[in-house]
């Protein structure tokens, strides 16, 4: 059997691996010179924190995400996936933030001075409480997306890129569009939501895991990465359109960082990043079927957290040649059941 994927982001990639598992002829078109060059995978913060985004997420978000963290693993090989945990922190004045977080997942400790010492020293003047979440994880997307590629293609995946397709042009042959946002033409209920990203440098901090700062209005994440560089996210603006970076993003993202911890008021700001995140009205992907064209989209905020799922969604009903497709909207209703 051979399946054409087009678009080489974290879906698209995903998908080639899932299927070059079960023994599938793929090829993938990518319109991008090199891999992540067009992609909004590129700037992501990739965190696997399935139980974190529990807090304003379905529960089938936690329920799928969860199985990711062995996914990537299996798919990436050793030295890839950090399985560091989150630390999750609010500032003396935002202490409810803190407590409404703990209601609204499960799966962390609260933690005090001592912990926060051993985990992040740098840290720990600051802050006398936080939630950590053990069980949590992070990558490096980039380097992610890099390995992907390369362990596809050496499993005998083509990928052509600086071919911007449509998956009709495929027909008759079997096609997943794996477009992202750039799908919306023909997947009209997409909407797009930017995000915005810094990637900064330091030496006067270290740290050693995705750390989460509550506030109202602006939570913050930060992301260590190799070489003291630092990813600061991500803003999350509703039908966000273009890709400039908003001077009002910039001094919310610094202002929280500066927050976190002040030495990053002495960092160099090495990238701006933005993009486009795909997302249907319920924020949740899905995979769709249309005779020989199957899509999967709609990953949202959950790039590298549900992509491994849906591409396993997507690889069965290829092989099954069904059109019953489970939905993940459905899972509440089922859950609701039990
Ligand atoms: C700032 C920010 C932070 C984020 N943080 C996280 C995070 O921590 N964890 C997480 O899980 N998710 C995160 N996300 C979300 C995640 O990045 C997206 O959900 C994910 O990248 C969507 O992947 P995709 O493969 O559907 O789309 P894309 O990554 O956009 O991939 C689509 C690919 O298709 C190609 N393409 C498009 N049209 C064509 C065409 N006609 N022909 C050929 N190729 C084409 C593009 O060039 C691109 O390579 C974040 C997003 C942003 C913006």
């Given amino acids: 059997m051979k399946v054409n994927i087009v678009g080489a982001g974290v879906a698209g990639l995903s998908l080639a691996w899932q299927l070059v598992q079960q023994g599938v002829e793929v090829e993938m078109f990518e319109r991008g010179t090199r891999v992540g060059e067009k992609a909004c995978s590129w700037f992501a913060g990739g965190m696997l ?31 890839f996936v950090d399985a560091k945990g989150t630390l999750v922190f609010a500032q003396q004045r935002d202490k409810k933030e803190l407590k409404r977080f703990a209601r609204r997942t499960q799966a962390y400790e609260v933690v005090g001075h001592d912990v926060i010492s051993s985990l992040e ?30 362990v596809v293609q050496a499993l005998g995946v083509k990928i052509n890129f600086e071919q911007e397709i449509e998956p009709e042009d495929l027909l008759p042959e079997k096609v997943v569009d794996c477009r992202g946002y750039n799908a919306a033409k023909t997947v009209q209920s997409l909407r797009p939501v930017k995000g915005e990203m810094l990637l900064v440098k330091t030496n006067e901090i270290s740290l050693s895991r995705p750390v989460r700062l509550l506030h109202p209005r602006i939570p913050l994440y930060v992301v260590p990465r190799d070489d003291q560089h630092f990813m600061i996210g991500a803003t999350m603006i509703e039908n966000g359109h273009g890709h400039q970076f908003s001077v009002r993003s910039m001094l919310e993202l610094l202002g929280s960082a500066y927050a976190l911890h002040s030495s990053f008021a002495e960092a160099e700001i090495i990238e701006m990043g933005v993009d486009l995140r795909p997302a249907f009205i319920d924020n949740l992907p899905r995979v769709e079927r249309d005779n020989n064209i199957w899509r999967i989209n709609g990953l949202y905020r959950h790039g590298y957290l549900l992509a491994p799922y849906m591409a396993k969604l997507a690889a069965d009903s290829i092989f099954s040649d069904t059109h019953e497709i489970e939905k993940l909207a459905d899972f509440k209703i089922k859950e609701d059941r039990v």
């Fill in 49 to 79: 924190a399935p139980w974190c985004e529990a807090e304003n997420a379905e529960p089938v978000v936690l329920e799928y995400g969860k199985e990711s963290l062995a996914w990537w693993q299996n798919a990436l090989g050793e030295g």
């Fill in 121 to 150: 020293p740098d840290l720990a003047s600051q802050y006398q409480e936080a939630l950590f979440f053990k069980d949590e994880a992070h990558l490096d997307p980039r380097k992610a997306l890099i390995r992907l590629t390369e």
